[in-house]
């Protein structure tokens, strides 16, 4: 009898050394993990940098969007300075408007594409419908017909003043993204614009006798 109680107590003291062994190890690992989720992911934190859709948000699709057809138009704008004004400082900050924003068109028609959003075409606004003159800054097309048709002095006044209003437009533009957007590049790009653009204009009233 002895015997058989000492063998009976040993089993149970085997039996609750092992399940006190195992609760420890389920502890200690539930422990790390939750440390660890703590530690790599802030709440609602999804989605890796660098992965397409991360780190932007509407507003910084609806800058691309709609910055995109209005550097279109001062891209087109610009063109016609080569064979119709009669200021060689005209016709140079034509040059430097097309150098800085064509690669400012290709920069974020990549990025509508990484977020899997709809890149504008030609000749639509950022609504998607034709015809670009409700957006801030934009020309109408009259105004679009009126320079094409200008040259020398008329075209260099022209083409001066509706650009004013262009990069006020553009600057408006920027200034809401730099304040609302939240892709870093984007908003980059956007201080970028404000500090050129800006700049531009004072130099374009300079040239008009303006400023």
């Known amino acids: 009898m002895t015997s058989r109680i000492l063998t009976r107590r040993t089993g149970l003291a085997a039996v609750a050394v092992t ?30 940098p660098g992965a397409p859709g991360a780190a932007h ?19 087109e704008m610009a063109e016609l300075a080569d064979g119709r004004a009669s200021s060689a400082r005209v016709k140079d900050l034509a040059a430097r408007i097309e150098k800085a924003q064509g690669p400012e068109i290709r920069t974020m ?44 002095k008329d075209f260099d006044t022209r083409f001066l003043s509706l650009m004013v209003q262009h990069h006020r437009g553009a600057v408006e533009m920027a200034t809401t993204e730099k304040d609302k957007g939240r892709s870093g590049a984007a ?25």
Do not use: Y
């Open 57 to 75: 948000n509407t507003q910084d699709v609806a800058f691309a969007q709609g910055m995109i057809p209005h550097h279109q138009q001062a891209l």
């Open 19 to 48: 399940t006190a062994l195992v609760l420890a190890a389920c502890g200690g690992n539930g422990g790390e993990g939750h440390t660890g989720h703590g530690s790599s992911a802030a709440p609602g934190a999804s989605a890796t």
């Open 187 to 211: 908003k980059a790009m956007a201080d970028g614009i404000v500090t050129a653009q800006n700049a531009e204009i004072k130099e374009m009233k300079q040239l008009l006798g303006t400023s």
């Open 109 to 152: 028609t990549g990025w509508l594409r990484a977020w899997g959003a709809q890149v504008p075409m030609a000749g639509m606004d950022h609504t998607g419908h034709a015809g670009m003159s409700g957006m801030s800054g934009m020309m109408s097309d009259a105004d679009m017909t009126a320079l094409k048709k200008a040259t020398g």
